[in-house]
């Protein structure tokens, strides 16, 4: 169970609600609620707001394809033992 | 990628990767490896295997782990095979394989697993752009399944991927 309380997509400001709108873009994918780290991205922009597009920069296609990207992120998250 | 077979040979790079450094981290220090000149014929047979997996643009070194492995001819023999099979080229390509070996390695914090993927990975022809991005994806991923351990977050984004129905490998058309 979480330590703090989830906010729901709707008790977030405007601007972050924008950007759960580019997050279901992002996974291509229809989220009853945005995805408990995108809530959890939100809470702080100045925090959430680098942080993201660094991630999209280092998710971006280069050298390796998007998929190849998120094989390593799977692997990286399962060697440091993240459920999530 | 879709399918589970590309997810059970990552599986298999990420825990031959880690069994490999184990041995390299911990027992490199403290027990000499089995040496090419001195091995017995059939652990030299394995060792020219191995050098040959690793051959092209290589060192033409035994790699630590499996020289330490040397002491046991039998379970070298079936290490580097386990390890043969991983690294291959199969459904997932070996320059991929060698870039999760990589992100494993850095975030376990492996001296050994780290350096020598790094060199794979340069010897398979990735760039130094291409090793800036596993590095950038596994810094910003060892940043998000920390902060979501801290906040332990119940997982949510499982049913984004279809289920895979196929059967296991030979029971039936894959």
């Known amino acids: ?84 | 990628m879709a399918g589970d077979a590309l997810w059970y040979e990552a599986a298999h790079v990420v825990g031959i990767t880690n069994a490999l450094n184990v041995a390299a981290d911990g027992l490199g220090p403290l027990m000499a490896p089995v040496k090419a000149e001195s091995a017995p014929a059939e652990v030299a047979a394995v060792f020219a295997d191995i050098r040959a997996f690793y051959a092209e643009g290589g060192t033409g070194e035994v790699p630590l782990p499996f020289g330490l492995a040397a002491h046991d001819p039998g379970y070298l023999a079936d290490l580097w095979a386990a390890c043969k099979r991983a690294f291959a080229d199969n459904r997932l390509g070996r320059r991929l394989k060698t870039a999760l070996a990589f992100a494993v390695s850095l975030t376990t914090r492996s001296g050994f697993g780290t350096a020598f993927h790094l060199a794979e990975m340069r010897r398979l022809g990735v760039g130094e752009g291409g090793v800036r991005e596993v590095v950038g994806v596994t810094q910003m991923f060892s940043s998000y399944t920390k902060i979501a351990d801290t906040l332990q977050l119940d997982p949510d984004m499982g049913d984004i991927a279809p289920v895979d129905r196929t059967p296991a490998p030979g029971t039936g058309p894959r």
Request: hydrophobic letters at 40%.
């Open chain 1, 1 to 84: 169970m979480p330590t703090v309380r989830l906010r729901d997509a709707g008790e977030y400001p405007e601007p972050a609600r924008r950007a759960f709108e580019l997050s279901k873009q992002w996974f291509n994918y229809e989220f009853a609620e945005p995805p408990a780290m995108s809530r959890v991205m939100a809470w702080d922009p100045e925090f959430g707001g680098p942080h993201g597009r660094a991630m999209k920069r280092a998710m971006g296609p280069g050298e390796f394809t998007r998929g190849e990207k998120e094989m390593v992120a799977a692997v990286v998250s399962g060697v440091n033992a993240c459920a999530y």
